[in-house]
């Protein structure tokens, strides 16, 4: 017993006093041992929680956390690997050693100190106020002017002084008398100036000797077939004396300028068709239907609303409303009203066979219920000639 009471912790190290009694059962001794309540435990864990939270903190961490947060944040927080499921209210005072792996769902009120050091994946909204001819691989040391339309002109003072140029920087007395010294293509330029065998090495001079970012201008083809806009070089002389006005840097500027009608014929392109693909055929062999072979008019593309239908009912209702049975290709079956046919001075039915059937009505016609009322409204003078004729 005495053995067993020196390897207890309990009953051994923490008793203040014992009490032993022995007892002679047949012949053999029993201690029995008793003992007051001990003045401390040892220190081992409960499996059942205290009722009250100790007055001091444990000096590790529980290995699982709490079913609910504390009233008030710890002094000293923990780093924690997994994120909170919810933002903080207020934003933390340093950044984060990383970036997040969303960005966030509105843009910052203010730009970043610093470009970024890649280019974004998707372009900008909107373009620049004067975008360049084509990218450079590096920044210009000075702006480049603002864009415009500038004759060619030969400059023979730069570049070997065998080339030909339409940066606006022509010497005064060229831009004073442009008919004798400005053309609206380098090749014309070119064949002026610098014919014979210095012509290769002047159309060699672009590019990329310079920035020029048209080698032939657009002007209207008046004098020619008249529908469209040209770059041949073979403009009037007067239009040389205003190059401004004239000519163009891009085939799309010159037909809006001078073909605005008829737009899509000069530039020779095909628009979205918004309003249908029917259109009416009114120079075809039959004149009077609609068709959608994707043939109209390029006129008719600068008012799809008015020119174009969904439908051929549609298409027939609006542009051949007085023959829309011819337009459509049917059968006309008539309402069976009665009208006025003048040519036979009375009233027949609108239907087609033998009398009184008169044909079918026009969609000017006025008609009427039967043909007392007809002859009432429209032959009143001679009302009973008009009972009793019958149609021819």
Same mark, same amino acid.
């Given at each position: 017993?005495?053995?067993?009471?020196?390897?207890?912790?309990?009953?051994?190290?923490?008793?203040?006093?014992?009490?032993?009694?022995?007892?002679?059962?047949?012949?053999?001794?029993?201690?029995?041992?008793?003992?007051?309540?001990?003045?401390?435990?040892?220190?081992?864990?409960?499996?059942?929680?205290?009722?009250?939270?100790?007055?001091?903190?444990?000096?590790?961490?529980?290995?699982?956390?709490?079913?609910?947060?504390?009233?008030?944040?710890?002094?000293?927080?923990?780093?924690?690997?997994?994120?909170?499921?919810?933002?903080?209210?207020?934003?933390?005072?340093?950044?984060?050693?990383?970036? #997040?792996?969303?960005?966030?769902?509105?843009?910052?009120?203010?730009?970043?100190?610093?470009?970024?050091?890649?280019?974004?994946?998707?372009?900008?909204?909107?373009?620049?106020?004067?975008?360049?001819?084509?990218?450079?691989?590096?920044?210009?040391?000075?702006?480049?002017?603002?864009?415009?339309?500038?004759?060619?002109?030969?400059?023979?003072?730069?570049?070997?002084?065998?080339?030909?140029?339409?940066?606006?920087?022509?010497?005064?007395?060229?831009?004073?008398?442009?008919?004798?010294?400005?053309?609206?293509?380098?090749?014309? !330029?070119?064949?002026? &100036?610098?014919?014979?065998?210095?012509?290769?090495?002047?159309?060699?001079?672009?590019?990329?000797?310079?920035?020029?970012?048209?080698?032939?201008?657009?002007?209207?083809?008046?004098?020619?077939? $008249?529908?469209?806009?040209? $770059?041949?070089?073979?403009?009037?002389?007067?239009?040389?004396?205003?190059?401004?006005?004239?000519?163009?840097?891009?085939?799309?500027?010159?037909?809006?300028?001078?073909?605005?009608?008829? &737009?899509?014929?000069?530039?020779?392109?095909?628009?979205?068709?918004?309003?249908?693909?029917?259109?009416?055929?009114?120079?075809?062999?039959?004149?009077?239907?609609?068709?959608?072979?994707?043939?109209?008019?390029?006129?008719?593309?600068?008012?799809?609303?008015?020119?174009?239908?969904?439908?051929?009912?549609?298409?027939?209702?609006?542009?051949?409303?007085?023959?829309?049975?011819?337009?459509?290709?049917?059968?006309?079956?008539?309402?069976?009203?009665?009208?006025?046919?003048? #040519?036979?001075?009375?009233?027949?039915?609108? !239907?087609?066979?033998?009398?009184? !059937?008169?044909?079918?009505?026009?969609?000017?016609?006025?008609? &009427?219920?039967?043909? $007392?009322?007809?002859?009432?409204?429209?032959?009143?003078?001679?009302?009973?000639?008009?009972?009793?004729?019958?149609?021819?």
């Amino acid at each position: 017993i005495n053995a067993a009471l020196a390897e207890n912790p309990i009953l051994g190290a923490g008793s203040r006093r014992f009490r032993t009694r022995r007892r002679n059962l047949s012949g053999l001794t029993v201690t029995s041992v008793s003992a007051t309540e001990p003045e401390s435990f040892p220190n081992f864990r409960s499996k059942v929680p205290s009722s009250e939270p100790s007055s001091e903190p444990s000096s590790e961490p529980s290995s699982e956390p709490s079913s609910q947060p504390s009233s008030e944040p710890s002094l000293n927080p923990s780093l924690s690997a997994i994120p909170t499921s919810e933002p903080s209210s207020e934003p933390s005072s340093e950044p984060s050693s990383q970036p #997040s792996s969303e960005p966030s769902s509105e843009p910052s009120s203010e730009p970043s100190s610093e470009p970024s050091s890649e280019p974004s994946s998707e372009p900008s909204s909107e373009p620049s106020a004067t975008p360049s001819c084509t990218p450079s691989s590096a920044p210009t040391e000075s702006p480049s002017k603002p864009p415009g339309v500038n004759l060619f002109y030969p400059d023979w003072l730069n570049n070997g002084g065998e080339g030909c140029r339409n940066d606006g920087d022509e010497p005064d007395y060229m831009a004073v008398n442009p008919t004798d010294w400005l053309s609206s293509t380098m090749e014309a !330029c070119c064949k002026k &100036f610098f014919g014979g065998y210095l012509f290769e090495t002047c159309m060699g001079r672009y590019p990329p000797d310079h920035d020029d970012c048209n080698v032939m201008l657009y002007y209207p083809d008046w004098e020619g077939s $008249n529908k469209g806009c040209i $770059n041949d070089g073979q403009e009037p002389y007067y239009m040389l004396s205003n190059g401004k006005y004239f000519f163009s840097n891009s085939l799309e500027d010159c037909c809006e300028k001078f073909y605005e009608w008829d &737009f899509y014929g000069c530039t020779g392109t095909m628009p979205d068709l918004t309003n249908g693909e029917y259109y009416p055929d009114w120079l075809g062999s039959s004149s009077s239907t609609c068709l959608n072979d994707n043939k109209m008019p390029k006129y008719m593309l600068n008012n799809q609303v008015w020119y174009l239908s969904k439908t051929l009912k549609e298409c027939c209702e609006t542009h051949f409303f007085w023959d829309v049975n011819k337009c459509l290709g049917t059968t006309a079956v008539g309402s069976g009203k009665w009208y006025i046919k003048w #040519s036979d001075s009375t009233c027949v039915q609108d !239907c087609v066979g033998a009398s009184p !059937c008169g044909g079918i009505a026009e969609s000017w016609d006025e008609t &009427f219920s039967d043909k $007392n009322t007809c002859c009432k409204n429209k032959m009143w003078w001679d009302l009973r000639g008009c009972r009793t004729r019958s149609a021819s």
